[in-house]
């Protein structure tokens, strides 16, 4: 099989793989576009979407900067320029997602001081990785098919439950610019992909990285999930355990020579009966 | 052919609420319908014991043909997001929706990503559309199907190619349900032991009999199923009770307590084969009232708990709410049952025209009956009741979300903060009423029961502790409420804590 052919067919496979893959087809995206979430919840949303939108162009030039040859780096730039805002009026995606963040009735600056779900840290330090500390196709295939064919699809349920919000065009842009965006940057990868590849290694690492990138997308949309359902119900059950985790840490230190087996479950218990002795 | 019916879970994963905490059922309407394709390769997905992920993860490593799932008021969105999901993974599929909401919403799911909904009782339809659509489908192998196949089921609404939408009117409902086969218990096997009521575990649930004959104007039952009520017989419930492996039983009737003579039968059929299982029911106070004789026999054949609508404390109130029970039968009702060790799970009503005399008088009135457990719930015009349709003008939403019974979406006297300040204050009355009920006498008379139960007090308690936080946290149904009703509170915390 020519080169050309099998990179066709391993593309058109992964392209396949990656959207049908969970995280892309995460039950909380399709929630989105069947419930009626509030601004408020968007706002939950939002705060810990925005760092992931931040950083973009951080794994971009990362990426640019590993680069194996000048087709490479072309094909980065020509995504990087997009990226700082050449087909968004000069705003660059940040600035887009600031206006959908002010849509949602989050103050300029909580973007910056919003404590983070610990899934969200996880993405970005798993595509920090990615980008400099793995092979460059790794990298590539994290940042290209793990992101440009993917996006389109999430964001589209995304938008639905946006409009069914009653957000104006104006501050969903960002995503309606992404699916228009990315499904360009889809072809160019593509294009892209045929050149840079040269055998199966390279397949599996493109491969590889795009699996990454999706798994840690999956713990993200639960992350997000998480932090949307608890900021109605903050009383839940994470508290318990912070608490109880914290009196086991206290009882360790009294009753060293007990199993930290024998420990963890009766802290987690006497912790409980405790408190509810307190409460009631 | 390969089927997935999914249960949907009522709420988004993490959140807690009564089924995740309290009672948790078998999906016994997806059961019933993989019971009518014996000869199809059919998979249950039940998303509220599965992680987030096992929806598409199960789409794309079974690839249905077809695609089936249900709605109650409360998790209408989430059923939704079932068939979204699966239109974007497998734009193929044929995807089903049934149970009560769509029944009186059609409207509701006429979306371009739902195929069929069916309105009513499910099982005939749906073997209806399965001999269709395989005929079909063996006349044009390879090809790819249209529903015009499908377009004059009795009991379905069809969207049609041109995304236009055919109701094919009422379907009559299956005559008796002996003639219906049993649910298919096998296609939850992996899920067995999960299911449970309170500290009743591992839990199997049984249907005896559909519809209620009464007409109680919040309840949406009776308009469902036309007021009738049909009947399993004696004898098929043995079958299915001595079928089950489970110790415990919920017979998920709507109204289980409501024809003596089958009732007789079935005590004579559990005596004859000593089955030694214990149950749990839901029935009518008045019923109990005016047989007693028959409730001790059932409590010594097993009928360890029974969920009843009490309601309220004012006869006027209870007349208005068509309950046709008085306080009198109320009163009787809870200590026969004390009397046999029975578990009375009392439900109650606040209404949001309750003031803080109000609230006090209810809370006393659940004390003198001595209940055991109390579970009190707001008044909610719920969609398909005569009430709903008398109210909807008043709805200050219809976001189903906060249609769960423990939301007020109406106007309340009270501003909302001290309504619902007033409404958590049954967390005491809640704690005095056990104490009130269990004395050694019932635990020794009930010995049995308490002896299995024991080794699940612990999760039990845990489960309680968990969403007692939220449940009798008057905050947390201002916060449910912000941005959707407009009057709760702001969010305090944006992040992670």
């Known amino acids: 099989m020519s080169r050309e052919l099998d990179n066709a067919a391993f593309l058109a496979d992964l392209r396949q793989e990656i959207e049908h893959h969970p995280a892309v087809n995460h039950v909380f995206l399709s929630r989105i576009a069947c419930t009626p979430f509030t601004k408020e919840d968007y706002a939950i949303f939002g705060l810990q979407h925005y760092p992931l939108v931040g950083l973009f162009c951080t794994y971009m030039e990362h990426l640019l900067l590993h680069a194996p040859d000048s087709d490479a780096k072309g094909w980065i730039a020509k995504v990087l320029v997009d990226e700082y805002g050449e087909r968004s009026d000069g705003k660059d995606h940040a600035e887009l997602y600031r206006e959908f963040l002010h849509g949602c009735g989050v103050p300029p600056g909580e973007e910056d001081t919003v404590p983070l779900d610990g899934r969200v840290i996880d993405f970005i330090r798993t595509h920090m990785r990615l980008v400099t500390r793995e092979h460059f196709l790794v990298g590539l295939g994290a940042l290209g098919p793990g992101h440009e064919w993917a996006i389109p699809r999430m964001f589209e349920l995304i938008i639905e439950g946006l409009r069914r919000a009653g957000f104006a065009e104006h501050e969903i842009t960002y995503f309606t610019e992404h699916v228009e965006q990315d499904q360009d940057h889809g072809v160019w990868l593509e294009e892209a992909l045929g050149i840079m590849i040269d055998g199966r290694e390279d397949q599996e690492l493109v491969r590889r990285g795009a699996m990454l990138s999706l798994e840690a997308r999956a713990r993200f949309w639960e992350g997000v999930q998480t932090q949307v359902v608890s900021w109605r119900q903050p009383e839940g059950l994470r508290d318990l355990r912070r608490k109880a985790r914290k009196w086991v840490g206290d009882t360790q230190e009294l009753l060293p020579w007990l199993p930290a087996r024998v420990l963890n479950h009766t802290a987690i218990y006497r912790t409980q009966i405790r408190k509810a002795a307190l409460e009631g | ?497």
């Open chain 2, 1 to 497: 052919m390969r089927i997935l019916l999914v249960q949907p879970a009522p709420f988004e994963d993490r959140r807690l609420g009564l089924e995740n905490t309290v009672w948790l059922s078998e999906p016994v309407s997806l059961t019933s319908i993989g019971a009518m394709a014996p000869d199809h390769d059919v998979e249950i997905v039940d998303m509220r014991l599965e992680d987030p992920r096992a929806l598409s993860k199960k789409l794309v490593s079974f690839q249905p043909d077809i695609v089936g799932t249900t709605a109650m008021t409360t998790d209408a969105y989430q059923a939704k997001a079932v068939l979204r999901i699966t239109r974007q993974l497998l734009p193929d599929a044929l995807t089903l929706i049934g149970g009560h909401y769509p029944t009186f919403l059609p409207e509701e799911y006429r979306e371009g990503f739902v195929d069929v909904i069916f309105k009513g009782e499910g099982e005939l339809g749906f073997r209806e559309l399965l001999d269709r659509w395989s005929a079909d489908r063996q006349k044009q192998p390879g090809a790819r199907q249209g529903r015009d196949c499908l377009l004059d089921i009795a009991g379905t609404e069809v969207r049609t190619e041109a995304d236009a939408w055919v109701d094919s009117g009422k379907r009559p409902w299956a005559r008796k349900l002996d003639e219906l086969p049993a649910p298919n218990r096998g296609l939850i096997h992996r899920y067995q032991g999960q299911y449970f009521f309170l500290g009743a575990a591992p839990m199997a649930s049984i249907f005896t009999s559909r519809g209620c004959s009464f007409d109680c104007n919040f309840c949406a039952i009776w308009e469902f199923y036309d007021r009738k009520t049909r009947f399993l017989s004696a004898k098929a419930i043995a079958d299915r009770m001595e079928a089950c492996d489970e110790p415990f039983l919920f017979f998920l009737d709507d109204n289980f307590l409501s024809r003596t003579d089958r009732l007789v039968q079935l005590c004579d059929e559990i005596e004859e084969r000593g089955i030694k299982k214990h149950w749990m029911s839901q029935g009518r106070a008045d019923f109990v009232a005016a047989n007693p004789e028959l409730i001790a026999r059932l409590a010594r054949n097993g009928l360890m708990g029974l969920l009843s609508g009490y309601e309220t404390n004012d006869e006027d109130a209870l007349a208005g709410l068509n309950k046709r029970s008085t306080l009198d039968a109320n009163k009787k009702a809870a200590k026969i049952l004390r009397d046999n060790g029975v578990i009375s799970t009392g439900i109650f009503m606040v209404r949001p025209e309750f003031e803080e005399k109000d609230f006090d008088a209810l809370y006393q009135y659940i004390l003198d009956l001595r209940v055991a457990i109390p579970l009190v719930t707001v008044l909610t015009p719920l969609p398909g009741t005569e009430m709903w349709r008398k109210k909807r003008s008043e709805l200050l939403t219809e976001d189903l979300r906060l249609f769960d019974l423990l939301h007020a979406v109406t106007e309340t006297r009270l501003p909302r903060e001290e309504f619902y300040k007033n409404y958590v204050r049954w967390k005491s009355v809640g704690h005095q009423s056990r104490k009130n009920y269990f004395d050694w006498k019932i635990l020794w008379m009930r010995r049995s029961f308490y002896r299995k139960a024991a080794p699940n007090l612990p999760r039990m308690i845990w489960r309680r502790l968990r969403y007692e936080r939220i449940q009798f946290d008057h905050k947390s149904y201002l916060r449910d409420e912000d941005g959707i009703i407009g009057v709760g509170s702001r969010a305090r915390h944006r992040g992670a804590k």
